[in-house]
């Protein structure tokens, strides 16, 4: 679940680094439109908050289906956990396809087919029958993770289109939607599945609320052409072969095994400890809310101090916290943990893209950085919550789960240390 947020300065600090000059940019009146506002800029973003609500907010909420299928006996919880896992993964991955569309060109044909699958597939996932593992796959896990990643990608490029300057504000706009959503989606599906109209018309209902969300955001949001046409071809083999930064992946990849179990298994954790039904039912709620801020005052401050040096004690106490829910037993407990580990695992999923941007030479290497980064860990995310659904069982074993977990978000801390110490070295400033 990362958010592509990318400081204006930290594009202006790539640039300084090439060896060669970037080529200039257009002046306001080579371009189709103003920059940096305007009509079209702010419904853009808008449109893309909304855009990122309905997808990855949506993708959020999953511990909402994770406790109702675990508690309907569809599966295992290790089973379940690969639909909503799945999910995630092609919401990621569809990062390649989607951005390549979007560069040639077919913005508002990627997204309206996105929508269209999107939507199609929760329609699909409402007829599902409970009890048959083998369609909510299909439906929720290939169909609803595949139309997500057609359009979560695009709606936060496509800002670029419209800002320069003020374009990490833009994207950062975009990118609260993830929260919006976290918030809204949860507090629907946990109402409408425990009322009166139960599994089938609950996701129903929650289909229409995203049909009639896209199709205002694909009436505000619009794409200009690339009117840079000296554009300078990325360093494919230089990626690569860039140390630092694979490291980096392989960190994101391994933080992925835990950071995610939270997001997944809270509510089910605060049912299962005898946490009352409300509260529990409200805890992905309070999780996603409390990440709102943390998407946006820690990456104010990796603006000053650079994305590293922020992310690596935000990670390390996510760590902490997994390994504190070993005592958490109480109302009281379950709110703290979804408060303070929503504010530092926010700040985490959102700092990742700043992250790998400050690795590059160039600017033109940033979407392919992306591309190749988000594709790779997003087989963390789709195998991570797997592996602690088989290790929490049928008796619902916590302990090995927990430390599954934290021990991976730990790990984590390990590799970007080493990479922060690689980029020292390499820069010659702390500020990494």
């Given at each position: 679940m990362v958010s592509l947020v990318v400081p204006a300065r930290l594009e202006k600090s790539i640039a300084e680094e090439n060896v060669a000059p970037s080529p200039p940019s257009p002046t306001p009146e080579a371009t189709d439109g103003v920059m940096d506002g305007g009509f079209h800029a702010w419904s853009t973003a808008m449109g893309g908050c909304i855009t990122v609500a309905t997808t990855f907010g949506y993708a959020n909420s999953f511990g909402v289906y994770q406790d109702f299928y675990t508690r309907s006996h569809t599966a295992s919880a290790s089973a379940i956990s690969w639909i909503g896992s799945t999910q995630l993964f092609c919401l990621l991955a569809m990062a390649l396809?989607?951005?390549?569309?979007?560069?040639?060109?077919?913005?508002?044909?990627?997204?309206?087919?996105?929508?269209?699958?999107?939507?199609?597939?929760?329609?699909?996932?409402?007829?599902?029958?409970?009890?048959?593992?083998?369609?909510?796959?299909?439906?929720?896990?290939?169909?609803?993770?595949?139309?997500?990643?057609?359009?979560?990608?695009?709606?936060?490029?496509?800002?670029?289109?419209?800002?320069?300057?003020?374009?990490?504000?833009?994207?950062?706009?975009?990118?609260?939607?993830?929260?919006?959503?976290?918030?809204?989606?949860?507090?629907?599906?946990?109402?409408?599945?425990?009322?009166?109209?139960?599994?089938?018309?609950?996701v129903r209902v929650s289909a229409f609320v995203v049909l009639?969300?896209?199709?205002?955001?694909?009436?505000?949001?619009?794409?200009?052409?690339?009117?840079?046409?000296?554009?300078?071809?990325?360093?494919?083999?230089?990626?690569?072969?860039?140390?630092?930064?694979?490291?980096?992946?392989?960190?994101?990849?391994?933080?992925?095994?835990?950071?995610?179990?939270?997001?997944?298994?809270?509510?089910?954790?605060?049912?299962?400890?005898?946490?009352?039904?409300?509260?529990?039912?409200?805890?992905?709620?309070?999780?996603?809310?409390?990440?709102?801020?943390g998407r946006i005052f820690p990456n104010m401050l990796a603006d000053h101090v650079g994305p590293y040096n922020v992310a690596i004690p935000c990670v390390l106490f996510c760590a902490v916290l997994i390994y504190a829910m070993l005592a958490i037993k109480t109302v009281g407990g379950v709110i703290g943990f979804g408060i303070l580990y929503g504010f530092l695992s926010g700040a985490i999923l959102s700092l990742a893209a700043p992250a790998f941007a400050t690795l590059s030479r160039h600017p033109s290497e940033v979407g392919v950085r992306f591309g190749i980064a988000f594709s790779l860990t997003a087989f963390g995310a789709l195998i991570g919550t797997p592996v602690t659904g088989a290790l929490l069982g049928p008796h619902f074993d916590w302990n090995k789960p927990i430390i599954f977990s934290a021990t991976s978000t730990a790990a984590g801390v390990v590799l970007l240390l080493v990479t922060r110490q690689m980029l020292v070295k390499r820069r010659s400033t702390e500020l990494i």
């Open positions: 396809p989607a951005g390549k569309l979007l560069d040639m060109g077919y913005f508002r044909l990627t997204t309206m087919v996105g929508t269209f699958v999107y939507v199609f597939s929760l329609f699909m996932v409402s007829i599902c029958d409970p009890q048959k593992y083998y369609q909510l796959y299909l439906a929720q896990g290939l169909g609803v993770g595949i139309g997500s990643g057609l359009l979560y990608i695009p709606c936060l490029a496509v800002q670029s289109h419209h800002w320069r300057a003020r374009r990490g504000l833009a994207m950062g706009i975009a990118a609260t939607g993830t929260s919006i959503g976290g918030i809204i989606f949860p507090i629907m599906l946990n109402e409408l599945f425990k009322g009166s109209m139960g599994f089938a018309w609950g009639a969300m896209l199709l205002a955001a694909n009436a505000l949001m619009s794409a200009k052409a690339n009117f840079n046409a000296k554009k300078v071809q990325p360093d494919l083999k230089g990626i690569m072969t860039d140390i630092p930064y694979l490291i980096s992946i392989f960190a994101v990849f391994v933080m992925d095994w835990g950071v995610f179990f939270p997001y997944f298994y809270l509510q089910l954790f605060a049912v299962v400890h005898g946490v009352d039904s409300k509260t529990a039912f409200y805890s992905i709620a309070i999780l996603n809310a409390a990440a709102l801020p």
